[in-house]
């Protein structure tokens, strides 16, 4: 059975994927597919994290009455990794390799933190909390994460 822990794990891999290419499109100084490769990751994520934000967070929060703890930081990490990803397109749009390196550093480390957050703690808690609306919960997850 998928569990919430595996369905999001494998999109963040997903979405791992996608900002590889945008890199590899950096490294062959190829701006004009670097922006569309990051435009495609950018889309993901931020389906990603609306789908925790409007979905996840929310049930799990309702759930446990916890609104102060994991989620909280969770979504303090979103408003970062947004910030991000929005200079990372600046600097691809400005053709500023330099700078679009030094942010793409950054954003990578602080998704694998943020990720391993997710995918240990928050997730494993999800699948426990809200194990007998599962169905549900990754029925809504995928929906709004293939809108993007």
Do not use: W
Not at 47 to 68: D, I
Not at 74 to 82: A, D, F, G, K, N
């Amino acid at each position: 059975m998928t569990t919430i822990r595996s369905f999001m794990t494998d999109d963040h891999r997903r979405c791992d994927d996608l900002f590889a290419e945008a890199e590899q499109a950096v490294a062959k100084k190829d701006f004009e597919l670097a922006q569309a490769a990051f435009g495609h990751f950018r889309s993901a994520m931020l389906a990603h994290f609306a789908g925790e934000e409007n979905t996840l967070f929310p049930t799990f929060e309702a759930r446990t009455g916890m609104s102060m703890g994991p989620t909280q930081v969770m979504r303090m990490e979103h408003v970062q990794l947004r910030s991000l990803m929005d200079d990372g397109m600046a600097a691809l749009q400005a053709g500023n390799a330099d700078d679009y390196l030094g942010l793409a550093d950054t954003l990578v480390i602080m998704m694998q933190q943020h990720n391993m957050k997710e995918e240990n703690i928050l997730y494993p808690m999800c699948d426990q909390h809200l194990s007998d609306e599962l169905p549900a919960v990754l029925e809504r997850l995928e929906s709004e994460l293939s809108e993007e």
